[in-house]
């Protein structure tokens, strides 16, 4: 990508177009907030379901007296992820968490449900490594654009989260919404502009982002980007002022649970 990757060499501009873009990227940053939220929920031993490049690990360290990361190894190794970054601790089948029943106080899991053909025996494995009395805090998309394909099967509402908590002996404590109809309509406004008409990415690769994707070599469309760039910003700053003003809560991009293991 010639000059954009010169500049990027430089870690201070790397720096801020990662800040920037961050905060751009509403399905980030809403969940990163809500990150954030219930970081101080986790305690003692967690294990982070489909951990990635373990991109949430410092929130929660603070909080927990182990961190501990699960990938599913076939489909983990067609993303961007597996060839930077943390690595997990721990790769397996996708079947079987290879780990003791109630070995783990806390499970974390970031957007890994709908990558399963089987989401339901993913849940009931977490809920089976997880101490009675230990904490889930488990967040699953319900309005996001294809991605990691062709390993993107499915999405959630808060009823089928709480109806696999409940199967699985959990009671849900809390529900989150990720934004509501403007983050929606801003995200998928600023996706396309982003992904369709600037190509930007291979450049959100490069800033670190897009790590569940497979590696993207194309080439931005410079030209458009005086105009892609100030209306991201826009559409950013505007869908997160309605959010607040005109909130429609039967929209959102993803939802978060809390939920704690029955004790029986
Ligand atoms: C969208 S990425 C999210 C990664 C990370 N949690 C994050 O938020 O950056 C989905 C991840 O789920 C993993 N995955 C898919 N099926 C899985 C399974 N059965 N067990 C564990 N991880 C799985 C994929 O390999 C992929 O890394």
Known sequence: MGWIDELLQAPIVKGAARGATNWVDLQWSLLIAQLREVAPLAHGTLLDVGCGE?????????????????????????????TRGKKPDVLYNGERLPFADESFDTVLSVQVLEHTERPQELFAEMARVLRPGGTLLLSAPFSFRLHEEPFDFYRFTPHGLREMANRNRLDVERTMPAGSLWSVLGHKFNSYLAFQVADLGAVTQRLGKGGHESVATNKPRVWSLPFVLPTMVLVSAAARVLDRVLRDDTEALSFMIVATKRVV
């Not at 690990?57 to 961007?80: I, K, M, N, Q, R």
Request: net charge negative; hydrophobic share 30%; aromatic share 20%.
């Open 54 to 82: 373990k991109p949430y690990e410092d929130f929660f360290t603070p909080y927990v007296t182990s961190y501990l990361g699960v990938e599913h190894e076939a489909s983990f190794s067609h993303t961007t992820a597996a």
